[in-house]
């Protein structure tokens, strides 16, 4: 896979010893995978950011597909 697109909205720093939590979900499986992540500080309890990527599926020898393959796309929850 090939990372083809990403976004990050930052809102609240993180600092290094601060513990935080990032949850991720499917948005779509095809044509192309996008995923989608918030990131939660829990030292400050505030939303630190929020992003999305976009993944192009590829074939054994790095051919990209012009959409996911059924294989992969049947093992995504999208939400």
Known sequence: MFVVDAHCRYMAPVLYDH??????????????IRVAYDIHNLDTDRWSARATTVLATTD???NLHTITPDGIQTRLPVS
């Open 19 to 32: 513990e935080v939590s990032v949850t991720a979900w499917f948005l779509a499986a095809s044509p192309l």
């Open 60 to 62: 054994t020898h790095d």
